[in-house]
């Protein structure tokens, strides 16, 4: 599956931004998904899951209450719906799949990234 990640911009503090993720080749329906992000100088950090079957959402603390996450099957893609950004949210944002969803929040489990699209907050 091939992904390509879209959406990423400049903002201020307090706005919002919807990322997208779209999906090409095999079924999208049977990979769970998820988005990542990577700060300047930092390792790649969980952000959001949800799995294959699209029972349950599973959110990093950091943005619990202001991200969320949504799929859909039949367009093949995945959005990240960002409310309430803070500076500390700049980065790069990946979107991620994998069959399954063991160990998701481990950036090593997952097998298919998007290229990235950057994300700046401003104060």
């Known amino acids: 599956v091939q992904l390509q990640a879209s959406g990423g911009g400049l903002v201020q503090a307090g706005g919002s931004l919807r990322l997208s993720c779209a999906a090409s080749g095999r079924s999208f329906s049977s990979y769970s998904a998820g988005w990542f992000r990577q700060g300047p100088g930092k390792e790649r950090e969980f952000i959001a899951y949800m799995p294959w079957s699209g029972g349950g959402t599973y959110y990093a603390d950091s943005v619990k209450g202001r991200f969320t996450i949504s799929r859909d099957n039949a367009k093949s893609t995945v959005d990240l719906q960002m409310d309430s950004l803070k500076p500390e949210d700049t980065a790069i944002y990946f979107c991620?799949?994998?069959?399954?969803?063991?160990?998701?929040?481990?950036?090593?489990?997952?097998?298919?990234w998007g290229q990235g699209t950057q994300v700046t907050v401003s104060s």
């Open positions: 991620a799949a994998q069959k399954g969803g063991q160990d998701y929040w481990r950036p090593n489990a997952w097998g298919y």
